[in-house]
């Protein structure tokens, strides 16, 4: 059984979609330090201006302070950040050709007032991994499997828990993942190489690490096949 266990990230790249296809359980690793400067709260799309990030707003206070796992982190609510997002997707997509066939659907999770920044991250993430055709794919949370240790050993514990045999991880785990402890635990290793055609985007130069919202926006039902290689 193939598993993935990586943190919820807020409108992931295309990357992130490709290991929860590959996976037949997707594990959100929800419980580990929140990372302020990471992509848990905050992603980029594409402007005629270039970049444009795009940031959730949590209480900082114990973000700061101390460390506090993802599944603890409140989203600040004193700004109505998700308008702000969701004129920013408008005006830099309102040409996009399927901009209208996904904007119901996102409309309705920028309408939410999830208090906890993950509830509202993977659920949008899991809605979009519906839209790529992903339907094979389990979803759980790492705070939902009771586990101790750290890192590697941590990780090994998730996987013999939900009975994986086959670990799928990106290529820059290679420089912290301990090989010997999955092989020791008869958990064979895998690191996905991200290789993707180029699709049209509205402002050239072609920009390959912007949010998955600019594939879907740009090619709708064909999205899948610039992450797996075929529509789904």
């Known amino acids: 059984m193939n598993c993935v266990i990586l943190q919820p990230s807020y409108i992931p790249w295309r990357g992130y979609f490709d290991q929860i296809n590959r996976a037949d359980v997707f594990i959100f690793y929800d419980d580990v330090q929140y990372d302020k400067h990471g992509?848990?709260?905050?992603?980029?799309?594409?402007?005629?201006?270039g970049r444009q990030w795009l940031t959730i707003p949590v209480h900082s206070g114990g973000v700061v302070e101390k460390s506090i796992p993802i599944n603890q982190?409140?989203?600040?609510?004193?700004?109505?950040?998700?308008?702000a997002h969701w004129k920013a997707f408008t005006f830099a997509y309102k040409r996009a050709p399927f901009f209208q066939k996904y904007a119901a659907l996102l409309e309705s999770f920028y309408q939410r007032h999830d208090i906890l920044l993950a509830d509202f991250t993977i659920a949008l993430t899991i809605?979009?991994?519906?839209?790529?055709?992903?339907?094979?794919?389990?979803?759980?949370?790492?705070?939902?499997i009771t586990v101790t240790g750290k890192?590697?050993?941590?990780?090994?514990?998730?996987?013999?828990?939900?009975?994986a045999s086959h670990y799928l991880s990106g290529p820059s785990a290679r420089d912290y993942i301990e090989n010997e402890k999955f092989a020791a635990a008869g958990i064979s290793l895998e690191y996905i190489d991200y290789n993707y055609p180029e699709y049209p985007q509205l402002h050239p130069?072609?920009?390959?690490?912007?949010?998955?919202?600019?594939?879907?926006?740009m090619t709708g039902p064909e999205a899948s096949k610039y992450i797996f290689?075929?529509?789904k």
């Open 205 to 217: 130069p072609f920009d390959p690490f912007v949010s998955i919202l600019d594939l879907l926006f």
């Open 127 to 144: 809605a979009l991994a519906i839209e790529l055709g992903i339907s094979h794919t389990r979803f759980m949370r790492s705070s939902e």
């Open 39 to 49: 992509w848990r709260n905050r992603n980029q799309i594409k402007t005629d201006q």
């Open 151 to 163: 890192k590697t050993d941590r990780l090994v514990q998730i996987l013999t828990q939900v009975g």
């Open 229 to 231: 290689g075929k529509n």
């Open 73 to 83: 982190v409140e989203i600040d609510w004193s700004k109505p950040w998700n308008e």
